[in-house]
């Protein structure tokens, strides 16, 4: 069981370039999680789904699109990427089902990624 | 809209002395509360919550939080710390499926 996993760890990119993170759970976890974290600004949740099929805008949601074509993965998209975009990525998931168990988090190790 | 507040953005402490950092959430959530803590070069991992009941919960590593609805505080606490512990620190809140977090508490454990 390897929980919540991201790839790739690190990327550099040049601004302009696209990539996709793939965010995988073996959980069978409903709801899956897309943040960035900046230096003195914790989480933001940039978008979100609900299930297989879903997606939703989180916080921080422009200049990011996401797939979720399989209940146990999640793509985090740059189509063009910015240099504010320069941060570490993380996914994270949680079950549905009672009340209390939806809303205690997964996170995966994070990915680093650097726009020049 | 929730909103979360560490009042410390870093607390330096000596081996063995107590610790305490403090947050405050806006009285308009809903009262699902967490702190997590990231190690350095890690992803986040649960400490504690507090979903309903008593209001004293006890977390991993001995910590432990105490929920006070009247002073909307969720502060964490540890009372010997080591220096393992050096990390950093984030309260959540949760509205529905949905976690807003502090900006975290750096916490560097001297010897």
């Known amino acids: 069981n390897a929980g919540v996993t991201q790839t790739p760890k690190f990327r550099v990119l040049k601004t302009g370039q696209s990539m996709t993170l793939l965010c995988a759970q073996d959980?069978?976890?409903?709801?899956m999680y897309w943040y960035r974290q900046d230096p003195g600004m914790g989480l933001r949740l940039i978008h979100y789904s609900v299930g297989e099929g879903t997606t939703a805008k989180g916080e921080v949601p422009d200049g990011y699109n996401v797939s979720r074509l399989k209940k146990q993965n999640f793509l985090l998209g740059l189509e063009s990427a910015a240099p504010s975009q320069t941060s570490v990525y993380f996914c994270?998931?949680?079950?549905?089902?009672?009340?209390?168990?939806?809303?205690?988090?997964?996170f995966g190790p994070g990915t680093r990624l650097t726009v020049l | 809209a929730q909103s979360v507040t560490q009042l410390d953005s870093q607390v330096p402490v000596f081996e063995e002395a107590p610790v305490e950092l403090r947050c405050n959430y806006s009285s308009s959530v809903s009262v699902y509360l967490f702190w997590y803590v990231q190690y350095p070069n890690q992803g986040l991992q649960l400490l504690l919550k507090?979903?309903?009941?008593?209001?004293l919960v006890k977390g991993i590593n001995g910590f432990e939080a105490e929920f006070n609805k009247s002073q909307t505080s969720f502060h964490l606490r540890k009372p010997s710390v080591h220096i393992s512990d050096t990390a950093e620190y984030f309260c959540a809140v949760t509205k529905d499926y949905k976690l807003s977090f502090g900006a975290g508490t750096t916490v560097t454990v001297r010897a």
């Open positions: 959980m069978n976890h409903e709801y």
């Open positions: 507090y979903l309903s009941g008593s209001t």
């Open positions: 994270a998931s949680s079950p549905a089902g009672g009340p209390h168990t939806r809303r205690e988090q997964f």
